[in-house]
């Protein structure tokens, strides 16, 4: 048996944060783009485990925050979800040139090249995000469980989780403001939106856009309710 594939097994144990946390060690001694061989010179484990566990080497870094080191089979959903993400920060609809800055992960060759222009990537994305008519999770055959703050075990339908693509629904919905102050990044750069439900879902809320609301961070820290 090779000693590569005692790592690999081994390595199948390993809870995922901790890779994650290893490949972010490397990126601060390889700097912002790490690729194959300069994780297995540097990390813990090894490249391959990595790739495995996540799909793709660059899903791994893309986990990990870290800019791929080659912009190949990127799924299309990861590229959505990062024009989500710019959308959210800039409280607007993301321009050519603004996927080629900090706000976004990828840059914009990357769109072009699977897309063929910057207005049918987001053409793509506005109709991949609204395939999810009701912008809701899919409800479990089986409730989830928790525990409420009084003791009482409280039922769920849905996840607690907001996925992205609801995020996006509760966004456009709230036309990326905060409902409560009505600041937005479109006019204070320095204004971060979250997504957070209105009831708290410890205290029987469900995930549903109904009972989510689009926050600033002040606001949101401010609001008192815990979940």
Not at 100 to 127: M, P
């Amino acid at each position: 048996m090779s000693k590569k594939f005692e790592l690999e097994r081994f390595n199948r144990d390993v809870p995922n944060d901790e890779l994650i946390a290893d490949l972010q060690r490397v990126a601060t001694i390889c700097g912002k783009k790490i690729t194959f061989r300069q994780y297995n010179l540097h990390g813990k484990y090894t490249a391959g485990t990595l790739a495995t566990r996540f799909g793709t080497w660059n899903l791994a870094l893309a986990t990990a925050g870290i800019l791929p080191s080659e912009f190949k089979n990127i799924p299309n959903e990861m590229l959505f979800q990062n024009i989500q993400e710019a959308w959210r920060k800039l409280g607007r609809q993301p321009k050519f040139r603004d996927i080629n800055s900090e706000v976004s992960q990828f840059g914009a060759s990357v769109y072009i090249d699977r897309f063929g222009t910057w207005r049918k990537a987001l053409e793509s994305f506005v109709e991949f995000a609204n395939s999810d008519s009701e912008g809701s999770e899919v409800i479990e055959s089986l409730p989830n469980l928790s525990q409420s703050t009084k003791g009482d075990i409280v039922l769920h339908k849905t996840k607690r989780n907001i996925n992205w693509r609801m995020q996006w629904f509760v966004l456009k919905r709230d036309n990326f403001r905060c409902v409560a102050c009505g600041r937005s990044p479109a006019k204070d750069p320095n204004v971060e939106l979250h997504v957070d439900h209105i009831k708290p879902w410890s205290k029987g809320g469900e995930t549903v856009l109904e009972n989510l609301q689009t926050l600033c961070a002040t606001c949101n820290l401010g609001k008192g309710n815990t979940e």
